[in-house]
């Protein structure tokens, strides 16, 4: 009994101490709205307030809408991810492969539609996909104001008949 009111004793502090911070990251947990978090440093502020205007400037490039994180495809089928993103200027959209930056050949197209000045919708698409596409793709939205980026990983699945 005496163990346990000094374990809860010990947690008020804690949450006491650090404001609590700890419990509130706890909310977060999920999908987050942006590839870089929430815009805000675990210890809620930055060191330079510079760099906090840079990640919090309202006119930032942000993908809003990116498709799910983890794809099994069947080989010889498509593959495809889609980013919409908005900002002001409207941002532009970089596919990546593994950390190298994807340009459309046969296999692979890029499309994209514009919305408005500050609006973009961006879709790749690899079709038919091979053991060779299989790995990390990232799709990375920038505009002078910010950067933000989705992460997606690929692996097939061999289905016998």
């Known amino acids: 009994m005496k163990s346990t009111v000094i374990l809860f004793a010990s ?20 999908r987050a709205k942006s590839g870089f978090g929430n815009r805000v440093p675990l210890g809620g502020k930055w060191r330079d307030p510079d760099t ?24 010889g089928h498509k593959i495809s ?16 492969k593994d950390g190298i930056e994807l340009y459309a050949h046969s296999n692979l197209q890029i499309h994209e539609w514009y919305f408005g000045d500050e609006k973009i919708k961006s879709k790749m698409e690899i079709d038919p996909a091979t053991q060779m596409d ?22 097939f699945v061999t289905i016998f008949d």
Do not use: M, Q
């Open 11 to 30: 947690v008020f502090v804690i949450l006491i101490l650090t404001d609590g911070s700890l419990a509130k990251r706890g909310k977060s947990r999920g």
């Open 52 to 75: 906090g205007a840079y990640y919090t400037n309202s006119k930032g490039a942000r993908i809003t809408k990116a498709s799910h994180f983890d794809l099994e495809y069947t080989l």
């Open 81 to 96: 991810f889609i980013c919409d993103a908005k900002g002001s200027p409207r941002p532009h959209v970089v596919w990546f």
């Open 134 to 155: 299989a790995g990390i793709y990232e799709c990375y939205a920038d505009n002078k104001y910010a950067v933000d980026k989705r992460t997606f990983r690929t692996d």
